[in-house]
């Protein structure tokens, strides 16, 4: 395999990474500690919002994001025809 | 059925499973006993993943932190799972790619260096077996409860059911079990979880349940509180009519929760035995949708747990506050039977003293027990006929009516966090096979966990020790052990590490709790930093790596060590950071020193850049595995 190919598809498998791990960091950092006590001035039924993404919600998007990736690292190996 | 024949029949049932999966699964070489022979299909892989990593403190112990901590809890809930993006991410699918059998073998090779190495097989012994002497106090807890034979021999027949199916089976006999000890553990958890909520907030789903109204009105000790209010909402009123925080609320601080969920998150992501899961998946792919997986698995259970911590401290306020303690432990009280109080008062895990002698438990904030806060038993009982102690706080004069009136309330009650998941079902009045799943996922938990982490320090010391740097040829690079001396090597260090986590258990270091600390900060601190490295920086040397590792790991064990064992002034503490976090500042000084050493020393060899380009390509796995 050329080093082209390699490099490129290690360039967007970093820039992929980066923006999971931004929403990775902002619903569980930013929105369940950082932003907590302003989030958790909403509230929708018994829950605040803050209280929820950090023992609720946060979970099911880290869920969503660890599926998301291996999704799209699938179409990115056929893409550079690298797949096993 | 009586309580305890089914207790017996259903840890009974579960443990034949095991042993028989174990004898099914034995391992012949060592390529099973390290890797499980690298084929198993990814969804199993997760849920072994996960039966490994819900440990005896994640299913016995967590709920009760939560319950206590209110918000704040949450840093355990993210931390221990937000790990598994970074896993998917940034190790698994590139270390499944370098297809070897230990994160030391990776450490080793990717630096070049068996001084490497052998820290590294250091760092992973340490922090495996202060993990495991936990789970043994988790089987301990079971077993004196539920199957009311002494503690210790309690250990000696977990030592002996994971000595057959570690020692036999290796990581294959290991990681099917698990995948049963993980249905085990999901349906006891779940069961009752979902019985709780029904009843207490008539949600059938506690995830939804938790956000729901409370299905009964009760008496919070200083006022009676409505049914049809939010749970959330009741707790929060109750948490501070009683004197503790609102529920609801963060008082650790920002920082510090930060500090904590990041030392968890990170740890997890570096702790050994989670990441040679993933060197078990036949393709790097299915190292990639195996984390998917073992993290969906882990989340059914995780956002679950905070949701019967609300229901538990309802349930708690709901049975036992101003209730007559001599009529409740005898089952007086219609729809309240207090037999369970007994139980676990006389296992010691929960006191009570009558201080305002009115025959009526009362709970609130503050001590009930001088000291540490714990009872210290006498012989003898009190005029209840409660266990008597030694070390109740002083006698308060005013009679509950008073107080009430003033708003006041005093403490009476001693309850272990440990117990609250345990006890929760028998606390709200469910069928006795509930009670008894309850005891076979307790055993589950502890015992996967125990097992997974036996066979990393078995491993360790057979391929990684004697293997890979002590029997060493010096001319081949090489290990002189013949496959067969290594495979009854790393049977016979697997059986010392059941010795020692036994003797752990038994004899067990009075601070377990804080150990775990140390496990997280240590991963966070040394492997995390010295993995991402090796893989995503080309140039890290082994100079950088190994005063990284170092730097990392003297900082943090250093920082724990002084404030946790040596009674360091909290007033001390760096930026105010507990030793709980302080893995999070172990990591980045390990990045720091790791970079800025590895810029001034020589580049690494072109083989070691080779090999680098090689672990970032999925193409090839397979054949990586048979070197």
Redesign the interface.
Known sequence: ?NREV?EA??KE??SL?LK??VI?FIV??GF???F??EL?AIT?????LG??F???G???V??V???V??KK??AL?KKYD??? | MELQNLIYLFVGLSFALYIGIAIWARAGSTKEFYVAGGGVHPVLNGMATAADFLSAASFISLAGI?SLKG?D???Y??GW??G??LL???LA?YLRKFGKFTVPDFVGDRYYSDLARTVAVVCVIFISFTYVAGQMRGVGIVFSRFLQVDINMGIYIGMGIVFVYAVLGGMKGVTYTQVAQYCVMLFAFTVPAIFLSLQVTESFLP?IG????VAFEFDNGIKMIDSGN????ALDTSMTDLGFSAY???HDG?LN??ML??ALMLGTAGLPHVIVRFFTTP???DA??S??WA??FL?IV??QI?AVAGFARVNLLNNLQNVDYAKFVDGQIAGNDGAWFKNWENSGLIGWTDRNNDGKIQFGSGKAFEGQGKPIYINGNGSSGERMTSNSMPLHAKSAQEMRQNGEIINELYIDRDIIVLANPEIGGLPNWVIALMAAGGLAAALSTAAGLLLVISTSISHDLLGNVLMKDPVTGKSKLSEKAELLSARIAAVVAILVAGYLGIHPPGFVAQVVAFAFGLAAASFFPVIILGI?YKRMNKEGAIAGMLSGLIFTFGYIVYFVFMGGDKADYLWGIAPTGIGTIGMVLHFIVAIVVSKFTPAPPQEIQDLV?NI???????ASHNH
């Open positions: 395999m390699a598809y290690w498998n970093i990474i999971l791990l990775w569980s950092y369940g500690i950082i907590l006590d958790n929708f039924g018994g829950f605040k209280f929820w950090a023992q609720q946060a979970i099911y880290f869920v994001l660890v599926f990736y291996a690292m699938e190996e690298i797949h096993e | 939560i918000s809890g949450g840093a809930l993210m799972t937000g598994y993006v998917a991410m940034l699918p995830q938790f956000g729901g109204t939010y749970l959330l909402h609801t609320v963060s920002t929760v930060f969920t990041a393709t790097v792919r990639r949708i984390a998917g993290l969906m989340a995780y956002t905070p995503f380009e970032r390509i999925p193409r090839g796995a397979g």
